[in-house]
């Protein structure tokens, strides 16, 4: 299972990067979400997987799956959240303003 | 403890003059800065009686212990003649200042400009610490930067300022490499400690490149050619500037280096030789330049190069008594040295008054051009005696201080060309006939001054503003200057048993028992004697000289003589220039996705490299849990959807496939036991793909992307790369557990924290300050989107009003 997921994750990476490396911006938004995915789906596999019931502690359970990268990870999800409303705002500030969304086209002048 | 305390008082002063400034706003505050300078020489000579006895203070800071840098200050001979030169000239430039600088200008700045310089030079003559002189050494370049560049609306003045900030800097950082190289070898950082223990380490091969490198430090900062170049280009600074730190003080800085050092290197034939051969070509070079200049200033600045070069000629031949050892013929060669400290002493006496006297020129009748001035001697007599004065002395004639340093150098020279040492021989001769030559240029020059400005035909038509004689106030400093130069020529002794003597003990610590150490100053020796038959050939091929200038002056535009140093410097500043911005602009471009590129390479590289190169890539699948069949199915789902992100042909389909993505892995932390994670990533997916949706509305619809098929497939594998990286690294850590997992200290939780479910115990009470923090960036980032949208709407209102 983990194996599965790390190649999953090493896709989704590929993915990512290749969305970041292309000229439109919301193309460039979306590769950083299918980043934070991958980010969320490896912290997850680096704890192991299904070891253990659900780390609630009424559960009487004998073990407990790894609670510390759940928690981390919850607050990459809110975070990665809010990167990518920020981004989307800046994305539609920058049309606005420019009137384009191509990243080749964005770039200032000669100097400076 | 009181000298530690004095480097420090003119930046304590500095502080309060923007504050007084405010209050004041006048003139006055001068009064103010000139309490400072004063108190300390009156401080510094009371120290005068001991020091002459043979005492020395130290003090030390501790500071830096493990790396041996302490605030250590010394003061000894040496240490005091410098100081009393910083002060006392300081106190009388800072006193002709008030006078010469107009009300409007900003006189804030320029008094804590001046007193950080100040400061920063009496902390270089009493730093014992190699490290922290370099500091303060350093410190001197940049005030020296801020004062050039005072009339910043100039471009010759942010030239010229540039120009000594770049040329001193880099000396300060060669200076710096041989500092730390004498650490390397010596172990320590004091300077008297190594003065000490240098006799051990003169064979290593690190310290022939550290004499060299210290040279250049001083070389640059003393304006010796080849690097004398931005001395006449630091004029652009005000007069009282240019009197204080790029005649009297300063630019001795370089000066003070070489004779602190000549305990350590002096004695070497190399310091011996290039000490004595650079400073006796600046002395030529700069007399040489001085005639042509019909800028007073600019011929007083390459006068004051050339006398650099005469005291650091004189320095060079002294070191040579250090080989000697204890015989007496050493302390005959340390006469040199002696004449070098002396000649330092007057050379700030009398250039500082004609600097002051240019400067009173300048300032009455609006210009400084030689060809515009002449016969002010009728209406500035006072100013005219002082020019006297100070010229003649500059030439070497007697009354004046000048003559008898002058005739201590001729004596060194033709003492020196007998050195027995380091074959001499044809050599010495050289720069006998070299230094006369050069004397002989000094006299035409310093007759230039005097008769070409105050002498002749007066010009008023040529001369914009009305001519009489200077302010009293103006008048006192270059005149206590001149009454120097006069007194010191009938008292010499006192000078030179109070402060010479000491000095020279400084620099000759073995041969500091030596009685006829210290030659006795007379002006009179006898017919016999080579020396004055030299200046009376100086006198006399001087007048020739001077009467027929105009005869050979074409010499100077001779084609070599064109083709200068200067044209070099500004020609490699501007390939400098030019060069770092194309290579700046080779990967600066400006496009975000090679910056991308540039940082997904570089992981390529050195982690996929790490990998590679450590061997790290063994796998253990053995824990692996077992894999059922929906989850195959998701994991394809998710694959499917992911490829086809990159091949969708509307941002519709791509955002719901990147949903597809998001809900994929919700359902995953329902099959890894996360249900916490399960709800918020289900929500959070909500969220975003409406956000998304929402922002299409105003955003255009994509257009396919026309990227030549070599970028793709350049991307393609970069992409590919890092993706093979990320599993291969994950894998490999999975692989290899090499620490065992802290988490079993959370499922305590009910104990320590009162709950019962895990991560919320972790979120809200282990690492609660985690979690407020992830809020705060919350709360920025919806600021930021807050202020992105409403900043776009006050934008177009004034769009509207503009219209």
Not at chain 2, 179 to 205: C, K, N, Q, W
Request: hydrophobic share 55%; glycine share 8%; proline share 3%.
């Amino acid at each position: 299972m983990e194996t599965l997921i790390t190649i999953l994750v090493g896709f989704l990476v590929m993915i990512a990067v290749y969305l970041l490396l292309s000229r439109n911006l919301i193309r460039v938004i979306l590769g950083t979400a299918v980043l934070s995915h991958a980010a969320h789906l490896l912290l997850m596999t680096m704890g192991g997987l299904k070891k253990g019931s659900a780390p609630l502690l009424g559960e009487d359970a004998e073990s407990y799956t790894d609670a510390l990268p759940q928690a981390l990870i919850l607050t990459a999800i809110v975070i990665s959240f809010a990167v990518t409303a920020f981004l989307l705002v800046l994305a539609y500030r920058t049309y606005k303003k420019t009137g384009t969304d191509n990243l080749q086209q964005l770039r200032g002048f000669e100097d400076e | 403890m009181t000298i530690t305390l004095s480097i420090f008082i003119p930046f304590i002063a500095a502080i309060f003059v923007p504050l007084l400034y405010k209050r004041l706003q006048s003139r006055k505050i001068g009064w103010f800065v000139l309490l400072v300078p004063l108190t300390l020489f009156a401080i510094l000579a009371s120290f005068i009686p001991s020091i002459a006895k043979g005492e020395t203070y130290t003090h030390t800071l501790r500071w830096i212990d493990s790396a041996g840098i302490h605030f250590t200050t010394y003061l000894d001979g040496l240490s005091l003649i410098f100081s009393l030169l910083i002060t006392g000239v300081g106190t009388l430039v800072i006193l002709y200042s008030i006078y010469y600088l107009s009300e409007r200008e900003s006189l804030g700045r320029f008094y804590v400009y001046l007193l950080l310089f100040m400061g920063a030079m009496l902390g270089v003559v009493f730093s014992d610490n190699l490290m922290v002189l370099y500091v303060f050494w350093e410190l001197t370049s940049i005030s020296s930067f801020l004062l050039i560049a005072f009339w910043y609306h100039r471009k010759k003045s942010r030239y010229g300022a540039q120009k000594s900030m770049l040329i001193t800097v880099s000396g300060g950082f060669a200076m710096l490499a041989g500092f730390i190289m004498l650490h390397t070898m010596t172990g320590s950082y004091s300077i008297r400690e190594i003065v000490a223990s240098i006799g051990l380490y003169t064979d290593e091969p690190l310290f022939l490149i550290s004499m060299l490198l210290v040279l250049v430090g001083a070389f640059t900062k003393s304006a010796q050619f080849p690097f004398h170049i931005w001395l006449p280009d630091a004029m652009e600074a005000p007069t009282p500037v240019s009197a204080y730190l790029h005649s009297a003080t300063m630019v001795k800085a370089g000066i003070y280096l070489v004779a602190r050092f000549t305990p350590i290197f002096g004695g070497e034939m190399t310091w011996f030789y290039l000490v004595s051969s650079v400073g006796v070509f600046t002395l030529f070079w700069g007399s040489f330049n001085a005639v042509k200049q019909t800028d007073l200033k600019a011929l007083l600045a390459y006068s004051t190069i050339s006398q650099l070069g005469l005291v650091m000629s004189l320095f060079g031949l002294g070191s040579a008594a250090l080989n000697e050892g204890h015989s007496a013929n050493s302390v005959f060669y340390a006469q040199a040295t002696f004449a070098a400290l002396f000649h330092l002493i007057n050379h700030s006496t009398f250039k500082g008054a004609l600097f002051m006297v240019v400067g009173i020129v300048d300032h009455e009748l609006g210009t400084r051009d030689i060809r515009r001035l002449g016969g002010l001697m009728s209406f500035m007599p006072v100013t005219f005696t002082i020019a006297l004065i100070g010229s003649f002395s500059m030439a070497g004639l007697p009354p004046f201080n000048g003559f008898l340093s002058k005739e201590m150098f001729f004596e060194s020279l033709v003492n020196a060309r007998n050195l027995e040492l380091f074959d001499v021989g044809t050599l010495g001769t050289l720069f006998l006939v070299v230094a006369w030559l050069a004397s002989v240029l000094t006299f035409v020059y310093s007759m230039i001054i005097v008769f070409q400005t105050f002498l002749g035909k007066f010009q008023p038509d040529r001369i914009e503003k009305p001519s009489r004689e200077a302010s009293f106030g103006m008048l006192i400093a270059p005149s206590i200057l001149a009454i120097f130069v006069v007194g010191i020529f009938f008292f010499p002794n006192i000078i030179g048993d109070y402060l010479l003597r000491p000095a020279m003990t400084a620099i000759y610590p073995t041969l500091a028992g030596v009685g006829s150490l210290m030659p006795r100053i007379v002006p009179w020796h006898g017919f016999t004697n080579p020396a004055l038959w030299m200046t009376v050939g100086v006198v006399v091929l001087g007048i020739i000289l001077y009467w027929s200038f105009r005869h050979w002056r074409g010499i100077y535009t001779l084609a070599p003589l064109k083709w200068n140093l200067d044209s070099i410097f500004n020609a490699n500043l501007v390939l400098l220039e030019k060069g770092s911005s194309y290579f700046t602009r080779l990967y600066m471009k400006g496009y975000l996705k090679d910056y991308l590129v540039y940082i997904f390479t570089f992981f390529i590289v050195v982690v996929g490299g790490a990998i590679f190169l450590t061997g790290s890539y063994s796998f253990d699948f053995s824990n692996d849990a077992p894999i059922t069949m929906n989850e195959y199915l998701i994991v394809l789902a998710m694959a499917v959807a992911g490829i086809s992100i990159l091949f969708a042909k509307s941002r519709m389909t791509a955002t719901i496939l990147n949903g597809v993505l998001g809900y994929s892995i919700a359902f995953f932390f329902v099959v890894f036991r996360a249900p916490d994670l399960a709800l918020t990533q289900a929500i959070v997916e909500t969220v975003t793909t409406a956000l998304f949706l929402l922002c299409f509305y105003f955003l255009p619809e994509w257009k396919k992307e026309r990227s030549p098929v070599r970028t793709k497939v350049v991307n393609g594998l970069i992409a590919f790369s890092v993706g093979s990286i990320v599993t291969v690294l994950a894998l490999a850590v999975q692989g290899n557990k090499m620490f065992e997992s802290i988490s079993v200290y959370f499922e305590d939780a009910y104990r320590l924290a009162g709950g019962t479910n895990i991560v919320n115990t972790i979120l809200g009470d282990f690492r609660a300050f985690d979690t407020m923090l992830e809020v705060v960036v919350l709360f920025i980032a919806g600021i930021g989107v807050f202020t992105l949208i409403k900043l776009k709407v006050r934008k177009e209102e004034r769009d509207v009003e503009d219209q």
